[in-house]
DNA sequence: AAACTCGGCAACCGCCCCTGG
DNA sequence: TCCAGGGGCGGTTGCCGAGTT
């Protein structure tokens, strides 16, 4: 909702991402990766520079997503974990599961610092802080916030770490819009709109399987996910059923082994 | 009802790090 | 060891909706 789209010099499209751009940008990814995201756009027909397709993906179509509605629980892990790291997001983010780094920075300014700053100034006034103040103290740093940032848990494609919960959100939820359900944040909710197959999409959502219910009903309707989902990424060509082929697009094209580019498989 | 202000947050920008040649 | 390309990260921008005047 929030920047008008524009182009920038090159042709490339800035700006708010259109719900037909995601459902490209979901297709690609959901059905060849993120090989290579400089040359995604090219191949996923879309005119966005890499790192826009990146960040829409992690930060917003990538599945599992969480939106809005932090816990008390996880408003203290970031206040606990910025106390120790400072602004390493992506390291904090990596502790609450389903948040994204630029969000949980969006919630540290918009929400956190103030209440921070006005318990300084107000000791007695409601916090979202223990008393105590061992409490933090006691909190141990997670290894994993020790090593390389090109190991954070943000795992974006394929490998042994995937939960059948990401492999189930691979689908293209888009065509399946009764197997995700929307975050019931009111302010999201006014930023729903439609695309031109009807399908509803809200940006701010993104794409959740939050309940088991839904995942239930998701193995129900797709039946069982092979554990090696994401080392046959061209499973999709070989399903006839077609519920695992992304929606396709007519300028879809996706790089060969001979260095040739093809039309989108089928 | 209109104008104005402010907060929320999606998205961009630029720098840094990692990896491979 | 150096360099280039690609990815990741944190800071910042700026639009939109909600609230206020």
Not at 221 to 240: K, V, Y
Request: charged share 25%; aromatic share 10%; hydrophobic share 30%.
């Amino acid at each position: 909702m929030v920047r008008t789209p524009c182009c920038d010099e090159r042709g490339m499209k800035k700006g708010t991402w259109t719900p037909e751009e995601d459902r490209k940008l979901i297709a690609y990814v959901t059905r060849y990766g993120c090989w290579n995201w400089r040359q995604l756009p090219k191949f996923a027909g879309l005119s966005r520079c890499g790192k826009s397709c990146r960040l829409r993906w992690l930060n917003y179509l990538r599945p599992n997503i969480k939106r809005g509605n932090y816990t008390t629980e996880e408003e203290e892990i970031i206040i606990t974990l910025h106390e120790k790291l400072g602004n390493k997001w992506s390291a904090i983010a990596a502790q609450l599961e389903g948040r994204t780094d630029n969000e949980v920075k969006n919630h540290w300014h918009t929400n956190l610092k103030k209440r921070l700053m006005m318990n300084k100034h107000k000791p007695s006034s409601v916090s979202i802080t223990h008393d105590d103040h061992h409490h933090h103290e006691e909190m141990e740093v997670p290894k994993s916030l020790d090593q390389p940032r090109s190991t954070a848990v943000t795992d974006d494609f394929g490998n042994a770490e995937t939960t059948v919960d990401d492999q189930i959100s691979q689908i293209d939820f888009l065509d399946y819009p009764e197997l995700w359900s929307p975050q019931p944040s009111s302010s999201e909710l006014s930023s729903m709109t439609s695309d031109t197959t009807g399908v509803a999409i809200t940006a701010a959502d993104g794409l959740v399987v939050e309940d088991n219910a839904t995942s239930a009903a998701m193995e129900t309707f797709f039946g069982d996910f092979s554990d090696n989902f994401w080392t046959e990424p061209f499973l999709a060509d070989n399903d006839p059923s077609g519920l695992y082929t992304p929606l396709m697009e007519p300028d879809f094209f996706y790089p060969s082994f001979d260095g040739d580019f093809l039309y989108g498989a089928t």
